[in-house]
T-cell receptor
Framework: TQLLEQSPQFLSIQEGENLTVYCNSSSVFSSLQWYRQEPGEGPVLLVTVVTGGEVKKLKRLTFQFGDARKDSSLHITAAQPGDTGLYLCAGDNNAGNMLTFGGGTRLMVKP | KAGVTQTPRYLIKTRGQQVTLSCSPISGHRSVSWYQQTPGQGLQFLFEYFSETQRNKGNFPGRFSGRQFSNSRSEMNVSTLELGDSALYLC?????????????FGPGTRLTVL
């Protein structure tokens, strides 16, 4: 069974601070996706990283895929209250349209 | 274009009953996947349907089943409900079911088993 471990599980920070969320596995993934989920809604895709070492930026969010395609990180610069939510990483194990999700990081950004 | 819709949004059942949840994918999407989300286990893959055929299945007991209709709408059924089946059930649709396709999630059905 392929597992994705996310850390930290919970994060409470002040507006303007920076933070990094990690997603680690002992398995190799074809691609890795990051989602954000808000209460009462389903996860919304933020980014997909495919190539080892790849870095993608989405405004204040920076996503990195590890060289060995076993881990990924999400860095948020100058966090804002609107960034509050559950951040999920999900790996594609090349077995059809089936995603393996990490446990999630619940982020709260206080104004 | 309308997003993925799931009905009902909330459901309360008692142990031993069965339940059917419905998912309408985005127009033109042919793949529908189902996931169970719980605080303890997170998001876990249940099964995926593409063109009315189950293409992938997660590690859930046979009490969990599903089907897809010719219009790509999908239903999942849980029989003989257990307390541990209380969860948010999410469905996601994608265009052609290729693993590189983006999956779009619905808002989920919150099932509570008493």
């Amino acid at each position: 069974t392929q597992l994705l471990e996310q850390s930290p599980q919970f994060l409470s920070i002040q507006e303007g601070e920076n933070l990094t969320v990690y997603c680690n596995s002992s398995s190799v993934f074809s691609s890795l996706q990051w989602y954000r989920q808000e209460p009462g809604e389903g996860p919304v895709l933020l980014v997909t990283v495919v190539t080892g070492g790849e870095v993608k930026k989405l405004k204040r969010l920076t996503f990195q895929f590890g060289d060995a395609r076993k881990d990924s990180s999400l860095h948020i610069t100058a966090a804002q209250p609107g960034d509050t939510g559950l951040y999920l990483c999900a790996g594609d194990n090349n077995a059809g349209n089936m995603l393996t999700f990490g446990g999630g990081t619940r982020l709260m950004v206080k104004p | 274009k309308a997003g993925v819709t799931q009905t009902p949004r909330y459901l309360i059942k008692t142990r031993g009953q069965q339940v059917t949840l419905s998912c309408s994918p985005i127009s033109g999407h042919r793949s529908v996947s189902w996931y169970q989300q719980t605080p303890g286990q997170g998001l876990q893959f249940l099964f995926e349907y593409f063109s009315e055929t189950q293409r992938n299945k997660g590690n859930f007991p046979g009490r969990f089943s599903g089907r897809q209709f010719s219009n790509s709408r999908s239903e999942m059924n849980v029989s003989t409900l257990e307390l541990g089946d209380s969860a948010l059930y999410l469905c996601a649709s994608s265009v052609g079911g290729d693993r590189t396709d983006t999956q779009y999630f619905g808002p989920g059905t919150r099932l509570t088993v008493l």
